[in-house]
């Protein structure tokens, strides 16, 4: 899977997914910033390769950071490379210093953690006073019985899948957690099932079960994802929500 992630586009020209979210995160140059749950590496980079002072990401999977690694050497100068770092930890443990970060990075984390308050507190530690969090999450529809059928797909897609929220659910586990929210939009990405499942590289039986829940969710919109054919392929409308939130000085 760190394999297949890896070249879902290096860069956010070849990444219209990252590249939305770095555009809407408006960064100022000359800041340290930590990525948790920083996957294969391709924002990392580019936000060493943008002007930041130094970027971390963490990742639960050696073979994500092993990619990542890979990536951090062959793309960019000497100088652009030593400014990026890679670590092995969960999200809700943290191996860094209180007020260590101005920025963290969160991005399509939260669904796969059976704790995500405690994350979202390790994130309030490790951030200075007026540091910012930016997270981006999948969302569920607001009815609970559309978006249970859309945690079973995405469960069935990928095991390590716990469960997505409504925006009011994040929105409280911020608020909850000490952040004071800024600004938020949702975005809405159509996605072909095909290009879904190639990229966590999914066997062919996954596939297979995937393809059949969505298509049996066309007719009443099951899952609340807008199913659809379109020139004889599934396509769905998943939402994605950016918040970005901010760490008291006081």
Not at 58 to 70: K, R
Not at 93 to 118: A, N, S, Y
Not at 124 to 129: A, D, I, S, Y
Not at 213 to 241: C, H, N, P, Y
Request: proline share 6%; aromatic share 4%; glycine share 8%.
């Amino acid at each position: 899977m760190a394999a297949q992630l890896s070249q879902a586009g290096q860069h956010p020209v070849d990444n219209p997914h990252l590249q939305s979210f770095l555009d809407f995160a408006d960064l100022a140059p000359g800041l340290q910033i930590l990525e948790v749950g920083s996957g294969p590496g391709q924002a990392v980079i580019q936000l060493a390769h943008s002007g930041a002072k130094r970027v971390v990401g963490v990742d639960l999977s050696p073979g994500m950071l092993e990619q990542a690694e890979y990536l951090r050497l062959s793309n960019g100068t000497e100088e652009q490379a030593g400014q990026a770092d890679f670590r092995l930890a969960p999200a809700q443990r943290l191996p860094f210093q209180d007020e260590r970060f101005d920025v963290v990075i969160c991005r399509l984390l939260l669904h796969h953690l059976r704790e995500p308050e405690q994350a979202l507190r390790e994130f309030w530690r490790v951030l200075r006073p007026g540091g910012h969090l930016l997270l981006a999450d999948v969302l569920g529809a607001d009815d609970p019985v559309k978006r249970a059928t859309h945690n079973v797909i995405e469960g069935a897609r990928n095991p390590t899948h716990v469960g997505i929220h409504p925006a009011e659910t994040y929105r409280s586990m911020l608020v909850d957690a000490g952040f004071v929210l800024e600004k938020e939009e949702i975005r809405r990405l159509d996605r072909r099932a095909d290009d879904w499942l190639d990229m966590i590289a999914a066997p062919e039986a996954v596939r297979e079960k995937v393809l059949d829940m969505l298509e049996a969710s066309i007719e009443t919109d099951a899952a609340g994802l807008e199913v659809r054919k379109e020139d004889g392929e599934l396509v769905f409308t998943q939402r994605i929500l950016h918040v970005k939130a901010q760490k008291p000085t006081a």
